[in-house]
């Protein structure tokens, strides 16, 4: 009979390695461990955005602002998860700016303060993808809905979308959405010829070709 004081064979007991091996089994399982919780962090961050994103999807159809704060919520928390995803910073940043626009008569110090960080977050997400469109055109998206502080928020969207056309030159939404930016700020001319621009990349594209519907009468009228 094989004594129990002897070892099992091929193990080698704790007390016999030397302190470089403890050590290399300690980074193996620490490393192990670094690497699960971040797996976990960023899956949570994804659950956090997707929900982000289905309440701002409710908001659009609803108008209801209850919804509007859990997107805000939900888009924070993922943010402080992974702040690395220019994503979810960019979403972060047009929450902020909706709800600081929803906000700005009742409450206009803390409207003002979520403006503050909506433009922070759109300028990191573009930071941290310098040549990705959408972050230029989520940018300006935020500062047209933070415009009614400061008309020259306008006119940094329009800057913001000139970038995003430099990246993506044959996106037809780009153009349109200049003309619109110029149509605000009564530019009759600029408008024009960026509603044109969109038709010549799309030419089955109808709202711009609305938009010019709209404007030749107004020209025709000043003429």
Same mark, same amino acid.
């Given at each position: 009979?094989?004594?129990?004081?002897?070892?099992?064979?091929?193990?080698?007991?704790?007390?016999?390695?030397?302190?470089?091996?403890?050590?290399? !089994?300690?980074?193996?399982?620490?490393?192990?461990?670094?690497?699960?919780?971040?797996?976990?962090? +960023?899956?949570?961050?994804?659950?956090?955005?997707? &929900?982000?994103?289905?309440?701002?999807?409710?908001?659009?159809?609803?108008?209801?602002? /209850?919804?509007?704060?859990?997107?805000?919520?939900?888009?924070?928390?993922?943010?402080?998860?992974? #702040?690395? &995803?220019?994503?979810?910073?960019?979403? +972060?940043?047009?929450? %902020?700016?909706?709800?600081?626009?929803?906000?700005?008569?009742?409450?206009? &110090?803390?409207?003002?303060?979520?403006?503050?960080?909506?433009?922070?977050?759109? /300028? !990191?997400?573009?930071?941290?993808? =310098? #040549?990705? =469109?959408?972050?230029?055109?989520?940018?300006?998206?935020?500062?047209?809905?933070?415009?009614?502080?400061? =008309?020259?928020?306008?006119?940094?969207?329009?800057?913001?979308?000139?970038?995003?056309? /430099?990246?993506?030159?044959?996106?037809?939404?780009? =153009? +349109?959405?200049?003309?619109? !930016? +110029?149509?605000?700020?009564? %530019?009759?001319?600029?408008?024009?010829?960026?509603?044109?621009?969109?038709? #010549?990349?799309?030419?089955?594209?109808?709202?711009?070709?609305? /938009?010019?519907?709209?404007?030749?009468?107004?020209?025709?009228?000043?003429?």
């Amino acid at each position: 009979m094989v004594s129990e004081s002897k070892m099992v064979s091929g193990a080698e007991p704790v007390e016999s390695m030397t302190n470089s091996q403890k050590l290399g !089994i300690l980074i193996v399982l620490s490393t192990f461990l670094w690497v699960l919780f971040s797996i976990g962090k +960023y899956w949570l961050a994804d659950v956090r955005y997707a &929900e982000g994103q289905k309440h701002t999807q409710f908001f659009q159809k609803t108008q209801n602002s /209850q919804y509007l704060l859990s997107a805000y919520n939900n888009y924070s928390r993922a943010y402080q998860l992974n #702040r690395g &995803e220019p994503a979810i910073a960019s979403e +972060y940043a047009v929450s %902020a700016a909706f709800l600081s626009a929803a906000i700005a008569a009742k409450d206009p &110090e803390a409207a003002t303060q979520l403006a503050q960080q909506s433009l922070s977050l759109s /300028q !990191i997400s573009i930071s941290i993808s =310098p #040549r990705h =469109p959408n972050y230029y055109k989520s940018r300006a998206r935020t500062l047209i809905l933070l415009s009614d502080f400061d =008309p020259k928020f306008l006119k940094l969207a329009a800057e913001a979308l000139a970038k995003a056309t /430099q990246i993506s030159p044959t996106d037809p939404r780009i =153009p +349109y959405n200049l003309g619109i !930016i +110029y149509k605000y700020l009564n %530019a009759t001319p600029s408008s024009t010829f960026y509603f044109q621009e969109s038709l #010549r990349l799309k030419p089955d594209f109808a709202d711009p070709q609305a /938009q010019l519907n709209d404007i030749m009468p107004l020209k025709s009228l000043s003429e």
